[in-house]
């Protein structure tokens, strides 16, 4: 007999029973893995939800930074309460077209600071050549504020639209980009708001013809003396004249150097009377030169 067979038999049973049985327990492990995997979402959801309460809160940071930069308006309020007058200043940088305004809004009537730029309006039409006559009616209408002189520029340059298109020129290339001279009612009922009167200035140094005229604006006379007329270098016109409720509007265009450059400045009262407007603005002066460095200045 053949046992060969048997022993294969047994022996297949023997490996069989020795071989290791599968364990059951080790098949839910990869399910143990989920509660671990979906931890990992509900953690990073979490960072976004503390991080958008930062987020938001930055605006309201930036809120507060206003209330640095309109340090000069509360420093200006106090000269607003003892003029006992509705007062305002408006300046710009030099050669910069946005003007900073603080007080009231007094502006009207240009009066005589108009004939600034129509002086200059004069200077460019003849360059050199500008006749010996209209010369001396520009020193006149700046340096004396002659209403008649400024008539006599008024009139070369063709009076009423005529002359109103001229000057509007060099307005613009001031960069008043307003201010339209009035061509029916005569060039002092012409409306110039401060803040426009503040960008000419600033501007006023780069307008062709306009340096003859600024020369004229440092030499004015005593009867224009106020404001900021006795900074060093600066060049200045006054308007002024009865206003509609019988008390008086005073203005003043000024250029003023500065330690960074120049500074175009425009100011304007309406007071009882002619010497009180002056007061006023002695005031705005004074409250100027101390806040000099503090001012926006440049170069155009």
């Not at 001279?181 to 409306?191: C, F, I, Q, S």
């Amino acid at each position: 007999m053949n046992v060969f067979p048997i022993f294969n038999v047994v022996g297949l049973f023997l490996v069989a029973m020795l071989a290791p049985m599968p364990n059951p327990t080790s098949e839910p492990a990869p399910v143990a893995a989920p509660p671990t995997t979906s931890a990992a979402p509900t953690t990073e959801s979490s960072t976004p939800t503390k991080a958008r309460p930062t987020r938001r809160a930055a605006p309201t940071r930036a809120v507060v930074r206003p209330v640095h930069t309109s340090s000069l308006e509360a420093s200006f309020a106090s000269v607003r309460r003892a003029a006992g007058a509705p007062v305002g200043v408006a300046f710009v940088a030099g050669g910069g077209t946005k003007a900073r305004v603080l007080g009231d809004d007094v502006g009207g009537d240009a009066y005589s600071t108009i004939k600034v730029p129509i002086a200059v309006t004069v200077q460019r039409k003849y360059g050199d050549d500008l006749p010996s006559d209209l010369r001396s009616d520009m020193s006149d209408a700046i340096v004396h504020s002659d209403n008649d002189a400024a008539d006599e520029l008024w009139a070369d340059l063709g009076r009423g639209y005529h002359a109103s298109a001229a000057v509007r020129e060099v307005l613009r290339a001031g960069n008043d980009d307003t201010t339209v001279p009035d061509p029916l009612n005569g060039w002092g009922a012409t409306d110039w708001t401060d803040a426009d009167q503040a960008v000419f200035a600033a501007n006023l140094a780069c307008i062709r013809g306009a340096g003859p005229v600024l020369s004229l604006m440092r030499q004015t006379d005593d009867t224009q003396r106020w404001g900021v007329a006795d900074l060093d270098g600066v060049a200045v016109k006054g308007g002024w004249s009865p206003g509609d409720d019988g008390g008086y509007v005073v203005r003043q265009l000024a250029v003023v150097k500065t330690p960074k450059g120049q500074t175009g400045i425009a100011m304007s009262t309406r007071a009882r009377t002619m010497d009180a407007g002056t007061a006023v603005l002695d005031r705005v002066g004074a409250w100027l030169r101390t806040n000099l460095t503090r001012l926006p200045s440049g170069h155009c």
